[in-house]
């Protein structure tokens, strides 16, 4: 368990970065950060409610002025046309949320619905099987790509989910026992007819958006260095090549649960169309079908609804938000944890350094590296997870590692604990035990700790 | 794990540079010497730290303590006048009931803004302002229009109204979904601003109709939303009491001082920078669109932010006045940073100051200064205020880096 896989995978790296060789980089021992600034100087020291909110420290006047704006744009209502506010009707007239803040609440994590509530910060992407163009997913003829469950007034909502948990038990070898709640997904409601039998509902829970300038400022290199290293210990990243509306080229994905977007720009362009009915320049169609009659009646919000000069606001706003600072770093317990992480082999895909070149996107941020604990590859996690549909180049047990930056205050700004694509895990041990596939070893080299030590590697993870 | 030895050296100076704002904040991050790090020594914070008197710096925090409690006790009694205007209002509706109402919410308004100062720390008003005077609202959230029944429309889906349905509905679907709070009950009083020249014109009819009507339920949810903010405000005042063994004042008084002024600093920082400078004035200057202004239903952004500012003077000066009566006069920030920065104390005074003359010069009202050629009266007035309070900021910021807090990055809350 000494000797970790990183020795294996990180050699190439190593050389792109001009640091040293592979020999002494084992020899040196890789090591994990044991730093509280996870992003360098990009670092935010809030650890309060809004420490998913801050911009990043020393941003240029003109990008914190866009931010702000940018954040307005975030947190406003959008309202369906036309309206008196015309910068921002159009809402719909199908959609998930009538802001961006409505699923990414203080620019945190969602969760699915308690009983009795309405899916809100979740969502549940379809398809029916096969592929289209690149893998693209096939739409289901009459609800399309994505079920709103929403609709302006005079317009039933395409359909609800429901969900029910069934509870799986079971035992660490200590002893310590486990329970984990197993979900199943169900249409009903439809409102435009049945939708295909053959579907396929990927459910999924907004992330929280902090870093995510950082992220688009690693290389391409060196994730294709990264999914270029050999396996070892089960694992291999791959890259999702997506469609980039902009360059009209393949990009390597980066965003989504899928990595499905390659770019903060089309990400949010996305989530305007998708979740909350709004045409961009990247995304000039509504998001109903030809199929669904209705929807087409209902008045556009303008020729796009979301003005360049928006998207580019909520987009500097999105991409600007700072990571929060670590608490705890060198408590014992947590040091601990942070070196079982690494013999365990999570850092095996939660890789905890990657290099940024942010030169370009972000030139007064002076920040070469950063701790997202994220490779931003595809991994199979096995069969529990999988949602058994194609995106692009992702498999449906297939999923982007999810950085983990952050992690810990989840429940400070958002008031709950669920983790995973679709919150399933109420925990961060209950996450853990999902793994599976790629991850298999991982996990079960964490559930033969001693207790004591899986606490430690959990106080490690709230540290982040 | 990738890196290597050397970038471990490499990284030294960030962890140099991070650590020391990390540890000032002892409740929020644990002050440590990293045991892995076999570099040596950790490196000394960068910035000197200036020998202040303790005793300055506890007088300091007394002041601070006093004036908080003095805010919140008038906010407190603010929205009990209000309560009693409101309640006026909703069991006789009329021009002069609905009049003194709105009145009753303007007096309320000045005591509350000057507390504003108090947030962002996860003090006392954090834990509820969300519920107090998070801006701006989705009025058609709250009260109906072409589009949605809004909450005191929607007799089917909310057939009783209640403080708990207000409260469990508030900022549950979006952040600017807002049930509860100053702005919600500004609303309800004023209605939406259409005129150039004036406020909202909502009619005193509005309140006036049989039981089981629309205009019935408008008075009830007035009523809840005035009766929720009287028990919020209620609950941080309480903390902010003297002579309490447990409250948040106990705790704040037996903080080491320095940490205790870290977080006045932190408060005055993020309030000064990215809440007013930002989010206030910056989105409302670069949009040049009414629902961007604090206050757009009764016209009275202009006051708010005179409010806010001469909130941030106080603690810098350690005064605190009541109806323009003077009665705290004590120990202030710019008198403890006296001691060891005079130069800085002296800079930070007359920032504040300047913040206050030019936020004093934006005519009203703010909706319409806002717009038009940046040459004019309005919009210059404006900009002079975004700089200055970027600039308070900034000096806030280097207060803060001598008693090793960074506050720079803090962002507004709502």
Redo the contacts between chains.
Sequence with gaps: MTL?W?CAR?PK??MA?G??ALT??CE?G????????SA??A????????AF??????LS?AR??Q???G??FF???W??AP?S?S?RDGLGPLFN???C??CH??DGRGRPPEAGENM?SMLVRISVPGAGPNGAPLPDPIYGDQLQSSA??GLTAEAEVTIEYRQVRGTYPDGEVYELLSPSYRIARTAFGPASTEILLSPRVAPALVGLGLLEAVPDATLELLASETEHEGITGRINRVPDLTSGALSIGRFGWKAEQPSVLQQTAGAFNGDMGLTSRLFTSENHTARQSGPEHFESGGAPEVSDEILDQVTTYVGSL?VP?R??????QV?RGE?LF?ELGC?GCH????PVASKESLPEIGIE?IHPYTDLLLHDMGEGLSDHRQVYGASGGEWRTPPLWGLGLVSKVNGHTRLLHDGRARSTSEAILWHDGEAKLAREAFIHLQQVERTAVLAFLASL | ????????IR?RD??G???P??CA?ST???C??????ANGPKQEPSVQVSPLETTTLQAFNKTYAEIAYAAYSDAVDGAKQLQSAVDALVDAPSDSTLVQARKAWLIARHPYQRSEVFR???GPI?RVEMRLNTW?I?E??VDGNA??AGIVGDFERYPALSTSLLVGLN???????ISTGYHVIEYLLWGADKRNDGAGERPFSDFKGPTGSLQQRRGAYLKLAVQQLISDLQSVQVEWAPGSAQNYRTTFSNLPPRDALALAVKGMGALSG?ELG??RL??AY??K?Q??EHSCFSDNTTVDLLDDALGIEGVCTGRYARADVEVIHGTGLCDALAASDPELAAALRKSTGESVAAIRSIPAPFDQAILGADSTPGRSAIGRSIRAL?QQAELLSRVAAIFG?????????S
């Design positions: 970790p990183a990180a790296l190593f970065l640091a040293i002494a980089a040196h890789v090591r994990m950060p044991h730093e509280a600034a360098g100087p670092t935010v020291t809030d650890a309060t409610r809004d909110g801050q911009p990043m420290p020393g006047q914190r002025h931010f702000f704006v954040n307005s947190n406003l209502n309202v369906s309206a506010v910068d949320a009538r802001s803040s409505a609440f203080k809100l302006v007034p700072g600072a608490r705890d770093v060198a408590l014992p040091s070196d690494l850092a890789v905890p350094t990657l590296e | 794990m990738f890196a290597s030895a050397d970038a471990g990284k960030a962890i540079r991070a650590l704002w990390l904040l929020a991050f644990a440590e010497t990293h045991p892995n790090d962002f720390y996860d954090d701006p989705d058609g959230f589009s949605t900022a549950a679907q979006g952040e600017t979904s990215p930002g989010e910056t989105v670069e949009t669109a629902e961007n970027e807090l960074r506050v720079a990055s803090v962002k507004g809350g």
